[in-house]
Each structure stands twice: as structure tokens, then as C-alpha cells.
């Protein structure tokens, strides 16, 4: 009996280790069946659609309109956010759709700021995607009584239960009124707490509506990465309008915020495998109509205006077209002509300021030539003349300025002469290609030759006729300030300065005595 007793716990040990097992082992398996299912599930097709979104950095016309969107209230488009309500109190904005949505599957992200100075804010910000456009109203600056969905940014806390700013997922069918005073907790299909006032980094919203579930993402603005995304909440079997408007609305009470929207993505999702419909069918038919009314009106136009031009140009008529419109290869030459043109144009005037300092030159060598002249009959026999000696100097130096000189405008010459056979090379026959490069490359030669020696001549050339001098240097000025006189002045100016001070403090004195 002892025995016995002894193992039962042994046994019952076992059969606890065996169970534990067998559970574990069930986990794992559901575990990997359920990851299975997820990864064999395939990620819906996403198609942008720019006619119900926005953004910038052009995001407003010069009229101050959205393209494709209307604004009401005291909404502020510009050229890179819309500006809901400004930071005033009572303020009521909001912009919607023109156009209503008939997709069955949607993702939309939204990018805004909410920003104030105080520590709280009020009253908030809303998605919407309703059955009609709810331009004004108290729910956020838009419509009560909305048939759809909101999801609203509540940033003031209303029922005092310290549980904003907060995000909250709101439907109605027409006929529920909002409830404001508990910040629509009774009527909220999903929630959380999020604070998004005052964020580094603008707060990003992803909504999702795929297969009758609404998921909720949220991005809280401290890091700049966009897919920094975390789940907010989820809404399954959500039955929503099948056509409507996207909106985005916001309000301010006795507190105030700046509500600023950057930017609103709308995406369609397609199920994988299913074919999108054709553009076509996109547009209603009256839309259709319409714009092939205008088409036809503006080919009638068309076909009436070349008539004119046939008959005020009848030369022109058996011309094809191609032949009115220049080339590639013809624009090419042209080009290339032009710049051969300017080129011959900087030459010349190159040439004519040579011409002028080699007129200058001459003057000078003759005006040199005649002091030697006179000095030489002035010079006794058997005596060294120094001065004659630099005059001689000056003369050859001046000489082989002319020389450089004539050398210089020979090259000019020469390049004048390549340009022009280039030109008349390419106006009887296109220049090729090899041989435009490589008159291209002489004349860039000869310009820099002709650059170097102008700077040579700059350094070198000396003009005869300025003579340096120098003036004479001025005695040094005595002291204006002896010692002394800094002395007395430092004492009279302190002496001056104590006074204005015991003036002043007994004027103060004086003054505390009336109060």
C-alpha cells in the first residue's frame, strides 16, 4: 500500500509532461498553417488615381482652386498644403471631391499637421467617405447625419475622461446625430489613443478598405521614414456606400489649431487576377458626350483654318509637311555656322584693336627716334651718354613689340582665312564631321596663341612717355594729445560723470516720496 501511494505523483508527473507536449505540438501546427495562409494570400494590385487626389508642391492654381477638388469655409489652399482652419477660434474648413467614387476596394493616405500653442487643442480633424458632400456642418466643420464613414483626429477632451487625442472610427447611416459630449465613444467601431499635436515630422495616416474590413494605420511623426507605419485599429464586415465622396474636414472651439493637410493619395485595389475596367467606362456619358461634342467642334475649326492657309498659300500645297520644319542635321549646321560667325566677328574686332596698338607703337618709336636724334647732336665726342644709352634700349624694345606685333596679325590672318574657307566649304556642300573638328581645333590654337602673346606683350611693353614720379614724403605730424591734457580731461570727465550720478539718485529719492 506504501508502494503504491509512493507513485502516484510519479505518474501523474508523466501525464502532465505528455499533455504539455501533445498542446505544444497542436500550436505549432496552427501556428504554421495559419502562416501558410498569409503568405500564400497575395497582396491586392494598387492603382493611383490622381483625379481624387492632391498634393504638392503645385497643389493650388493661380485662382487659388484645387484641380479636381472644391473647398469650403475657412479652408486656405497653397501651392504645398491646404490649410483647414487657421489657429482662430471658431473656425469651420473643409475640401471634398468633385467627383464621386464608385470603387469597391480603396486605400487612401493622408498627410497633415496638427499645431498649437497651447498644451491642448480643439477640436479636430476628419476623414470622410460619404454618399454626399457634407460642406459645413458641426461634426468637424462638416455634415451631421452622414451616410458613410468618418474617421475623426479628436484632439479635445470633451467627457473629461482623459483619454485624447485620440483617433476614432465613426459610421452612420443617415440617420444617427453625433455624439459630442462623449466624444462619440458610444458610437465608435474602433479607436486608440495617439497623440498627434505638435510632431517633428508630419503624421501619416493609412486607411484601408479591402473586403468589407477598414484598417487603420498610423505614422506618429517622430522619424522621417513614411512606411514607419503602426496599427491603430480594425473594422471587419464594414458595409459602406458604394459610390461617394472622400472629404476631409476640421474645426476649432474655444481653443485653436493650425490643421494642415500636405497631401491625400487615393489608391484602387483590385483583387489579385481580376481585371481593371477600360478608361471608357471610367467616364459617365454625359462627361463622354461632352467631350466629344468639343472634339468635333475643334476639328471643324481645324479643317477651316487650313483651308485659309491653302488658299492664302497656294505655293505651299504640294509641299509635305516634313519639309516646313527643320531637321535634326539642318539645326546642327546651323549651329555650327553661328558659332564659325561669332567667332569671325571676335577675330575682327581682335584685329582692329591690334591694328590700333600698333599705331600706338609707331608713335612711339618715332617720337623715340627723333629725342635720340637731338640728343646725338648735342653729345660731345669722348664722353658716355647714359641717356642716349636707354633711349637706344627703349627703341630696341619698342622694335620688338612691332615685330611681335606683325607676327600676331599675320596669325589673325591666317585664322580669317580658315574661317572663311570653312564657311564656304559648308555653304557648297555639308561640312563633315572630322573636318568641322578639326578647323574647330586650329582656331582654338590660334586663339590661344594669340591670347598668350597679347598678355606677353601686356607684361612687357613699357610706355615711354610715362615717366615715374615720386612725391615727396610728408614730415611726420607731432601729437596732437600730450599727456597732460588726457589727464585733465580723464579727471574733469569722471568728476562730470559722479555728479550726473548723486543728481540722478536724489531725483529718484525725490520721486519715492509720492508713492
Known amino acids: 500500500m506504501a508502494v503504491s501511494i509512493a507513485k502516484r505523483p510519479a505518474a501523474n508527473a508523466c501525464v502532465l509532461i505528455l499533455t504539455f507536449l501533445i498542446t505544444l505540438i497542436f500550436n505549432c501546427c496552427d501556428a504554421d498553417i495559419a502562416a501558410g495562409a498569409s503568405t500564400s494570400?497575395?497582396?491586392?494590385?494598387?492603382?493611383?488615381?490622381?483625379?481624387?487626389?492632391?498634393?504638392?508642391?503645385?497643389?493650388?492654381?493661380?485662382?487659388?482652386?484645387?484641380?479636381?477638388?472644391?473647398?469650403?469655409?475657412?479652408?486656405?489652399?497653397?501651392?504645398?498644403?491646404?490649410?483647414?482652419?487657421?489657429?482662430?477660434?471658431?473656425?469651420?474648413?473643409?475640401?471634398?471631391?468633385?467627383?464621386?467614387?464608385?470603387?469597391?476596394?480603396?486605400?487612401?493616405?493622408?498627410?497633415?499637421?496638427?499645431?498649437?500653442?497651447?498644451?491642448?487643442?480643439?477640436?479636430g480633424l476628419a476623414v470622410w467617405f460619404t454618399s454626399l458632400q457634407g460642406l459645413d456642418g458641426p461634426v468637424y466643420g462638416a455634415?451631421?447625419?452622414?451616410?458613410?464613414?468618418?474617421?475623426?483626429?479628436?484632439?479635445?477632451?470633451?467627457?473629461?475622461?482623459?483619454?485624447?487625442?485620440?483617433?476614432?472610427?465613426?459610421?452612420?447611416?443617415?440617420?444617427?446625430?453625433?455624439?459630442?459630449?462623449n466624444d462619440g465613444t458610444t458610437q465608435a467601431l474602433g479607436t486608440c489613443l495617439?497623440?498627434?499635436?505638435?510632431?517633428?515630422?508630419?503624421?501619416?495616416?493609412?486607411?484601408?478598405?479591402?473586403?468589407?474590413?477598414?484598417?487603420?494605420?498610423?505614422?506618429?511623426?517622430?522619424?522621417?521614414?513614411?512606411?514607419?507605419?503602426?496599427?491603430?485599429?480594425?473594422?471587419?464586415?464594414?458595409i459602406i456606400p458604394t459610390e461617394g465622396f472622400f472629404g476631409i474636414s476640421a474645426a476649432t472651439g474655444g481653443l485653436?489649431?493650425?490643421?494642415?493637410?500636405?497631401?491625400f493619395l487615393l489608391f484602387r485595389l483590385t483583387e489579385p487576377g481580376q481585371q481593371l475596367p477600360p478608361p471608357e467606362a471610367e467616364i459617365p456619358k454625359e462627361e463622354k458626350d461632352k467631350y466629344q461634342e468639343e472634339f468635333e467642334n475643334f476639328q471643324q475649326e481645324l479643317d477651316k483654318k487650313k483651308e485659309e492657309f491653302q488658299k492664302e498659300h497656294p505655293d505651299v500645297q504640294g509641299e509635305p509637311i516634313e519639309d516646313l520644319y527643320e531637321s535634326v542635321n539642318d539645326r546642327e549646321i546651323r549651329q555650327v555656322f553661328e558659332g564659325q560667325n561669332q567667332i569671325h566677328l571676335e577675330i575682327k574686332q581682335l584685329h582692329r584693336q591690334l591694328a590700333m596698338i600698333l599705331d600706338e607703337q609707331r608713335r612711339y618709336v618715332s617720337v623715340i627716334t627723333d629725342e635720340v636724334a637731338k640728343k646725338g647732336t648735342h653729345?660731345?665726342?669722348?664722353?658716355?651718354?647714359?641717356?642716349?644709352?636707354?633711349?637706344?634700349?627703349?627703341?630696341?624694345?619698342?622694335?620688338?613689340?612691332?615685330?611681335?606685333?606683325?607676327?600676331?596679325?599675320?596669325?589673325?590672318?591666317?585664322?580669317?582665312?580658315?574661317?572663311?574657307?570653312?564657311?564656304?566649304?559648308?555653304?557648297?556642300?555639308?561640312?563633315?564631321?572630322?573636318?568641322?573638328?578639326?578647323?574647330?581645333?586650329?582656331?582654338?590654337?590660334?586663339?590661344?596663341?594669340?591670347?598668350?602673346?597679347?598678355?606677353?606683350?601686356?607684361?612687357?611693353?613699357?610706355?615711354?612717355?610715362?615717366?615715374?614720379?615720386?612725391?615727396?614724403?610728408?614730415?611726420?605730424?607731432?601729437?596732437?594729445?600730450?599727456?597732460?591734457?588726457?589727464?585733465?580731461?580723464?579727471?574733469?570727465?569722471s568728476v562730470l560723470f559722479f555728479c550726473y550720478i548723486m543728481y540722478k539718485s536724489q531725483q529718484e529719492a525725490a520721486a519715492k516720496k509720492f508713492f
Open 379 to 493: 653729345v660731345e665726342s669722348g664722353q658716355p651718354d647714359t641717356a642716349g644709352q636707354q633711349l637706344g634700349s627703349v627703341i630696341a624694345t619698342q622694335q620688338e613689340v612691332l615685330r611681335n606685333l606683325n607676327e600676331l596679325r599675320n596669325s589673325f590672318y591666317e585664322s580669317l582665312k580658315q574661317i572663311g574657307a570653312a564657311q564656304h566649304q559648308g555653304n557648297a556642300a555639308g561640312m563633315g564631321t572630322y573636318e568641322t573638328i578639326q578647323h574647330f581645333n586650329d582656331i582654338k590654337e590660334h586663339l590661344h596663341l594669340v591670347k598668350r602673346d597679347v598678355e606677353h606683350l601686356v607684361q612687357r611693353s613699357p610706355n615711354p612717355a610715362e615717366k615715374l614720379v615720386k612725391c615727396p614724403e610728408l614730415p611726420p605730424m607731432p601729437s596732437c594729445l600730450s599727456t597732460v591734457h588726457f589727464a585733465v580731461f580723464v579727471v574733469v570727465q
Open 256 to 263: 485653436a489649431d493650425d490643421h494642415d493637410v500636405l497631401s
Open 194 to 238: 495617439r497623440d498627434f499635436r505638435n510632431k517633428p515630422y508630419p503624421i501619416r495616416a493609412k486607411i484601408t478598405y479591402y473586403k468589407k474590413t477598414l484598417t487603420v494605420l498610423i505614422n506618429n511623426g517622430f522619424t522621417p521614414d513614411k512606411e514607419d507605419y503602426e496599427f491603430c485599429t480594425k473594422v471587419d464586415n464594414m
Open 41 to 123: 494570400e497575395e497582396t491586392p494590385h494598387r492603382r493611383f488615381e490622381y483625379k481624387y487626389s492632391f498634393k504638392g508642391p503645385h497643389l493650388s492654381q493661380s485662382d487659388g482652386s484645387i484641380p479636381f477638388w472644391l473647398h469650403t469655409g475657412n479652408a486656405i489652399p497653397s501651392a504645398d498644403q491646404v490649410r483647414i482652419t487657421p489657429s482662430l477660434r471658431s473656425q469651420r474648413g473643409s475640401v471634398w471631391t468633385k467627383n464621386a467614387v464608385n470603387f469597391e476596394h480603396w486605400e487612401a493616405e493622408v498627410t497633415f499637421r496638427v499645431s498649437g500653442r497651447g498644451r491642448m487643442g480643439a477640436d
Open 143 to 181: 455634415a451631421d447625419k452622414w451616410n458613410g464613414i468618418g474617421i475623426f483626429f479628436d484632439s479635445f477632451d470633451n467627457d473629461g475622461k482623459k483619454n485624447n487625442p485620440a483617433i476614432i472610427v465613426v459610421g452612420n447611416n443617415g440617420q444617427l446625430v453625433y455624439d459630442h459630449q
